[in-house]
């Protein structure tokens, strides 16, 4: 059975929560190579694509996802519904998930030489990550006001995030500018990809509060 996202609901404060999460996943990095230095994401677009959702199966949840260090809390305005007890919304879906849509993460870095000393060049990098492919099977649940999603584990070990495209620049568009530094590239799909496998697969997971207004 498939699912409906009505996708041109989200907005702005959406994609700028997103993109302060996957800036907190390139800040916690201990084993960045030498010649990469700080990285940042600058916007990031949702697009007008939506995943296709199909649902596999819906039950009462048997149990939480685990917590204690082992699930990300995305901070934002707690979702409203209203006139429905909680408890009667506890449920747990498993669900399939594809998605090659257009959405587009713009990223700064820095390309450092340092040779005869430490950062002694920093070439800016302007680096777009587009064309994303994700694939896999999710748990959601519902229980005591708070979703977790997590994605099962797959045979192929990549995550749900299965490819991107990055293209990146390298100095001032108004002066000469090289392109498609690969190592770089790399550098970003790589670290994207076990991130997001690190955060999101089981037993991890995402979790964000509902709110229900029971008057």
């Given at each position: 059975m498939s699912l409906a996202i009505y996708w041109?609901?989200?907005?702005?404060?959406?994609a700028i929560q997103a993109q302060a999460f996957i800036n907190n996943l390139f800040s916690n990095i201990n084993d960045k190579p030498e010649f990469i230095?700080?990285?940042?994401?600058?916007?990031?677009?949702?697009?007008?694509?939506?995943p296709s959702i199909e649902i596999v199966e819906i039950r009462t949840p048997l149990s939480a996802h685990k917590s204690d260090g082992e699930?990300?809390?995305?901070?934002?305005?707690?979702?409203?519904?209203?006139?429905?007890?909680?408890?009667?919304?506890?449920?747990?879906?498993?669900i399939k998930i594809f998605y090659k849509g257009d959405a587009t993460l713009s990223m700064q870095a820095e390309l450092l030489l340092n040779f005869p000393t430490p950062r002694i060049v920093c070439l800016p990098v302007a680096a777009t990550v587009s064309?994303?492919?994700?694939?896999?099977?999710?748990?959601?649940?519902?229980?005591?006001?708070?979703?977790?999603?997590?994605?099962?584990?797959?045979e192929d070990g990549?995550?749900?995030?299965?490819?991107?495209?990055?293209?990146?620049?390298?100095?001032?568009?108004?002066?000469?500018?090289?392109k498609n530094t690969s190592?770089?590239?790399?550098?970003?799909?790589?670290?994207?990809?076990?991130?997001?496998?690190?955060?999101?697969?089981?037993p991890r997971c995402i979790s964000f509060p509902v709110n229900f207004n029971e008057s």
């Open positions: 041109n609901q989200l907005k702005e404060e959406h230095g700080d990285i940042s994401i600058t916007k990031f677009v949702l697009g007008r694509m939506p699930t990300s809390h995305i901070v934002g305005e707690e979702n409203e519904i209203n006139k429905i007890p909680s408890d009667l919304l506890d449920v747990e879906m498993q064309h994303f492919f994700v694939e896999g099977t999710a748990s959601i649940v519902h229980k005591d006001k708070q979703v977790s999603i997590s994605f099962l584990p797959d990549l995550g749900p995030l299965k490819d991107m495209r990055v293209q990146t620049e390298i100095g001032d568009k108004k002066q000469s500018v090289l190592k770089l590239e790399n550098f970003i799909v790589e670290t994207l990809q076990t991130k997001l496998k690190e955060q999101l697969v089981s």
